[in-house]
Nanobody, 124 residues
Framework: QVQLVESGGGLVQAGGSLRLSCAAS????????AAWFRQAPGKEREFVTT????????YYADSVKGRFIISKVNAKNTMYLQMNSLKPEDTAVYYC?????????????????WGQGIQVTVSS
């Protein structure tokens, strides 16, 4: 029903910036919460940041706080992840996700809809 498609990934040098996009389709999202997760090789998929679709409340993992910014354009059903001051440790496959409730969550299991993921590689 809900489809999420990421774009904007790629290779960037450490200290650089990159912006990811996540386009959603299938329904209205006024009661939804959206999020970004990432998974590095050999590691579990981890929470990055989240935003409520209606109120715009945000929350960030400590590892990206102050460097990453999540935003959205409701009319376009699109959210963004602006990544600044990138580090090699940020290298991972990044996934956008959504759930049909307004309760923010950092847990993978709470999100019903997922994109395919997009590679972000940060070189030193």
């Amino acid at each position: 029903q809900v489809q999420l498609v990421e774009s904007g990934g790629g290779l960037v040098q450490a200290g650089g910036s990159l912006r990811l996009s996540c386009a959603a389709s299938g329904r209205t999202f006024s009661s939804y919460t959206a999020a970004w997760f990432r998974q590095a090789p050999g590691k579990e998929r981890e929470f990055v940041t989240t935003i409520t679709w209606s109120g715009g409340t945000t929350y960030y993992a400590d590892s990206v706080k102050g460097r990453f910014i999540i935003s959205k354009v409701n009319a376009k059903n699109t959210m963004y992840l602006q990544m600044n001051s990138l580090k090699p440790e940020d290298t991972a496959v990044y996934y956008c996700a959504a759930k049909p409730t307004r309760n923010p969550s950092t847990r993978r299991g709470d999100y019903a809809y997922w994109g395919q993921g997009i590679q972000v590689t940060v070189s030193s």
